[in-house]
């Protein structure tokens, strides 16, 4: 406390913590040094293969071209990936060198891991095979890490750029949890303010700007418009966030604009609401979001909690977004942390 940190990079570990605990029952702190060192590269990975899938690719436009491989993505996201499989083998390795009983008198339930390991044993026409476990593997470490790493980091960057908005997060948070208790998933729900941040902050800076890339099964015509089956379909999110048409002041942080009269909330992350999609809507929208949804609310309500926050020298912090798949931050946001409470039972040695 008192020194300058990283706060995407508290961010990032705290999401492959809490993912890491889901997926095969440890955390990283748990790990032995020398898997420490296997994890060490793990945020470079996955920011690398993000960054490869947002590049403009000719061969998206162009299938014919795939084959020669222009632009070298293929090449580099094979590498990446050779890294990113070499975590994972030593993950399914360690797992399967230990008895499903032993496992679950260990860590006292089945992890994920273990589960499919199981249904691959099985031999049936619903198993998996190992290159299909490491696919939900890549799935739950990429969804479930780089989106709230991204989204944590902007949001404590509008919090510390507008310090109105941080003193009444800090109010809210001693009104709801109180001085002498940690935040628990149970005062969530009661954060309504914070709660507005985040969706303030999710509708200025979207975490995946285009959503997922869509194509129709069959062609169809949308407000006058031909879309030939096979096409590829964006739907810019970035922009219906940031249109006068639905949003008064748009590119103005305004969190009260995500609460009623009485304090309630104005806006859910169903995607019902086609004017705000943070998280898409319908049946293809993000699976993850009640994971992400408490993760996020979690890890933002926990950390202005217990601590006071400032950037070095008093510096306003800029904006400036690094777009790809995931729209990133241009700069990582460095922050110092305080003590906030004199209780020292709220902070660990």
């Known amino acids: ?3 300058e940190v990283d706060f995407g990079g508290i961010a990032f570990s705290t999401s492959l913590t809490v ?4 997926v095969w029952g440890k955390s990283v702190d748990e790990e032995e040094e020398s898997s420490n060192n296997l994890w060490a590269g793990f945020r470079e990975v996955m920011s690398g293969v993000m960054d490869i899938v947002g590049e403009a690719n000719v061969s998206d436009f162009f299938p014919v071209l795939t084959r020669f491989d222009l632009q070298g993505v293929q090449r580099k996201m094979k590498l990446q990936f050779e890294k990113f499989d070499a975590i994972l083998q030593r993950i399914i390795d360690e797992r399967m060198s230990i008895k499903p009983k032993e496992s679950t008198e260990q860590h006292g339930r089945k992890d994920f ?12 026409e619903s198993s998996f095979s190992l290159t299909q476990i490491k696919a939900f593997l890549v799935d739950f470490f990429i969804a479930g890490t ?21 003193k009444k997060i800090q109010e809210e948070l001693e009104q709801v949890v109180g001085e002498h208790n940690t935040v628990e998933e149970s005062h969530l729900p009661k954060l309504r303010y914070l709660d507005a941040v985040i969706k303030e902050t999710f509708r200025l800076h979207p975490a995946l700007p285009l959503l997922v890339v869509r194509s129709p099964s069959k062609s169809c015509t949308v407000d006058g418009y031909t879309v030939p089956k096979g096409s590829s379909v964006y739907l810019n999110v970035w922009a219906i966030h940031r249109d006068p048409q639905y949003w008064e002041n748009p590119l103005e942080f305004d969190p009260n604009r995500f609460l009623n009269l009485d304090g309630t909330t104005k806006f859910n992350y169903n995607g019902l609401n086609t004017n705000f999609l943070a998280f898409g809507s319908g049946r293809r929208r993000c699976p993850g979001l009640p994971l992400g949804e408490k993760m996020l609310m979690y890890l933002l309500a926990s950390l202005l909690h217990s601590f006071n926050w400032t950037l070095p020298d008093e510096k306003e912090h800029e904006l400036p977004d690094k777009f790809g798949v995931v729209l990133k931050k241009g700069n ?11 209780h020292k039972n709220l902070y660990m040695e």
Request: charged share 15%.
């Open 19 to 22: 993912i890491s605990s889901m």
């Open 1 to 3: 406390m008192g020194t």
């Open 146 to 166: 780089d989106t709230t790493t991204v989204m944590a980091e902007w949001t404590m960057t509008e919090v510390l750029k507008h310090p109105d908005v941080l």
């Open 113 to 124: 891991v273990q589960i499919l390991l199981e249904l691959k044993q099985q031999n049936t």
């Open 332 to 342: 990582p946001l460095i922050a110092i942390p305080s003590q906030r409470f004199a």
